[in-house]
């Protein structure tokens, strides 16, 4: 990609004149100077149109980090390539902190800076701003819940999940869906947090429990043995009477306890600690599945590991994003999955988007992968279609 306008902020001379010559030999028509950030800002109110940062971050003044912020406020929105001699934990964190300013950041390179490094970082992929409010939220009312689950408004998508080494279906998490009649597709974002303040996530459990086990009920009867996921929350956890009434619902649907997984965040279980363990033993001794989700986010989540009887660790989307180019994480995904295999529990990675995310998580050991580059979640009716159309594909791929 040629960048006409290259802005270098440095206070090293030398700096400025390895990346003046490369940047001209790429084809840029301006490369302008300046050392430090205060002058970076100057040049970018004085210039029309900067297609290219380059940012050191030991600087004088106004440094390279709260360069990255005054950047972030004005809304520039053109690739960023950071360079530092800097130790390799603060250039990460200073490019974790330009992704989380939402600013484009193109990569990192560490000093001495030569021309090779330059290339691999702009050969890096575009790590493009997310503006934030594209996911639409809906403000929804506790008695508009309360009707909609009464009138069959709330659906259970399902996502597939996979076993990473072979490829085969192993199961699916259902995810709540609410079809409003006036506002349309409502996500969970916007209902979930309304459904525990008013303590309704145990009767949302029940109602996707059993949507959920009707539609595996569905791929059964075409040969697709599925295990089933639902989310819970610590309200319906510490429910001392929650075990017999999900009991009751998989004997009516005739669904094995053990097809049938729980997912719990761990914020969930900081509530009643005694409640949640008695529950969650008791369901256990019914065979029911148990997972630890969006593990790594919260604060306490080694106790919990070692406290509950969980049977799976789903391991936060967190730990993929970047992984490749961060060391950091990529040894935190590694000691999650060896924790897990010590503890005996199966991993899940959620958030695979890609060929490349699914690559890393195989070699890295997890068990299960679910995401968008397998399958969104998708309705009911869909999921039958989709195991139908997959299966020839596995088996090429296993007879390959
Ligand atoms: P979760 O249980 O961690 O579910 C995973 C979320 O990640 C889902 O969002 C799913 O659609 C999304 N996802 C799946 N694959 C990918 C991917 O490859 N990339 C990205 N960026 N996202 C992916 P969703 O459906 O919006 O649900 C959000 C959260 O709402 C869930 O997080 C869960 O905590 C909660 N939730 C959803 N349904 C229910 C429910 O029936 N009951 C309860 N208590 N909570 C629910
Ligand atoms: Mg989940
Ligand atoms: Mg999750």
Known sequence: MPFETVLIV??????????????????????????????GLTALEETPQIDLIVCDLKMPDVDGVQFLRLLMERRYSQPIIIISGEDGSVVQA??????????????????????????EALAEP?????????????????????????LGEISAYMQPKIECAT???????????????????????????????????????????????????????????LKIAVNTDALTINQLDFPEAIYALTQAAGVPNEDVVLEVTERSLLQDGAASMEVMARLRMMRFEISIDDFGTG??????????????????????????NDSAKAICLNAIV????????????????????????????????????????MAPNDLVDWLEARRPQIRRKNLA
């Open 126 to 150: 575009v790590v493009a701003p997310q503006r934030s409010g594209t996911r639409k939220t809906t403000a929804v009312s506790e008695a508009d819940l309360r009707s909609a689950m009464q």
């Open 10 to 39: 440095d206070d090293d001379p030398l700096i400025h004149a390895v990346c003046k010559a490369f940047f001209q030999r790429r084809g840029a028509l301006q490369v302008l100077g300046a050392m430090n950030g205060a002058e």
């Open 167 to 225: 490829g085969r279906v192993v199961g699916a998490e259902a995810l709540a869906r609410w079809f409003h009649p006036e506002c349309g597709l409502v996500m969970p974002d916007s209902f979930i947090p309304v459904a525990e303040k008013a303590g309704l996530i145990p009767d949302l459990t029940h109602y996707i429990l059993r949507d959920a086990m009707a539609t595996k009920q569905r791929c059964a009867e075409r040969g697709h043995n």
């Open 338 to 377: 060896s924790l897990a295999k010590s503890l005996q529990l199966t991993t899940v990675a959620e958030g695979i988007e890609s060929e490349h995310d699914l690559a890393l998580v195989q070699q890295a050991g997890v068990t299960y992968a679910q995401g968008y580059h397998i399958a969104k979640p």
């Open 299 to 324: 604060n306490s989540n080694m106790k919990q590991l070692c406290t509950f009887p969980f049977t799976e660790l789903k391991i936060d989307r967190g730990f993929l994003e970047g992984v490749t």
């Open 94 to 119: 200073a490019y974790n902190l330009a992704k989380s300013h939402n600013l484009c950041i193109l990569g990192r390179v560490r000093k001495p800076l030569d021309y090779a490094a330059l290339e």
